[in-house]
């Protein structure tokens, strides 16, 4: 009996290992891939968004208690490049979503936590490490669960 689940143990952590590699050398063929429909690196530059017709702000702060963040009427990747400053979080976009209207009022611990329920209606992918610049956030198209 004890071989038999030995056995089996051994023949689900194979296969675990093998879904994980083969999950990670999708993700490299994706990033190498140069289709449009791939998410691209939003750029670290100080150009500002093309403003929409309705009043715009962001406005975040650190307190003591954690982060708050407010954004009205900005595009998504506005958002995004407002945080990625802020903090260097890497962040990349599909391109067809550069453009969503977006506003929002989070307040939470930590950077982590305020991204996630900022961009909690997205289907994304989440790399957080110790050092924020080392993290990486991946917001695909279509709506997240």
Same mark, same amino acid.
Not at 57 to 69: F, H, T
């Given at each position: ?14 296969i675990g290992l093998w879904q994980v590699s083969a999950d990670a050398r999708f993700l490299d063929l994706k990033?190498?891939?140069? +289709?449009? /429909?791939?998410? @691209?690196? !939003?750029? =670290? /530059? ?9 009043? /715009?702000?962001?406005?975040? =702060?650190? +307190?003591?208690?954690? !982060? ?8 998504? !990747?506005? +958002?995004? =490049?407002?945080?990625? #400053?802020? &903090? ?9 979503? #550069? /453009? ?5 009022? !989070? ?5 982590? @936590?305020?991204? %996630? ?7 994304? +992918? #989440?790399?957080? &490490? ?5 993290? %990486? ?5 279509? #709506?997240?669960?």
């Amino acid at each position: 009996m004890k071989h038999w689940i030995k056995t089996t143990l051994g023949i689900g952590l194979a296969i675990g290992l093998w879904q994980v590699s083969a999950d990670a050398r999708f993700l490299d063929l994706k990033k190498q891939e140069n +289709v449009p /429909t791939t998410p @691209a690196p !939003i750029p =670290q /530059t100080t150009t500002t968004a093309q403003p929409t017709p309705t009043r /715009t702000s962001y406005n975040p =702060q650190v +307190v003591p208690k954690g !982060i708050s963040l407010r954004f009205e009427n900005l595009s998504l !990747i506005s +958002v995004l =490049q407002n945080i990625q #400053e802020e &903090t260097s979080i890497s962040f990349s976009i599909d391109p067809s979503m #550069e /453009t969503v209207p977006f506003s929002a009022t !989070i307040q939470a611990d930590d950077w982590e @936590a305020a991204v %996630r329920e900022l961009l909690k209606g997205f289907n994304r +992918v #989440e790399v957080w &490490t110790d050092n924020l610049q080392t993290s %990486r956030i991946w917001v695909l198209s279509g #709506e997240g669960v």
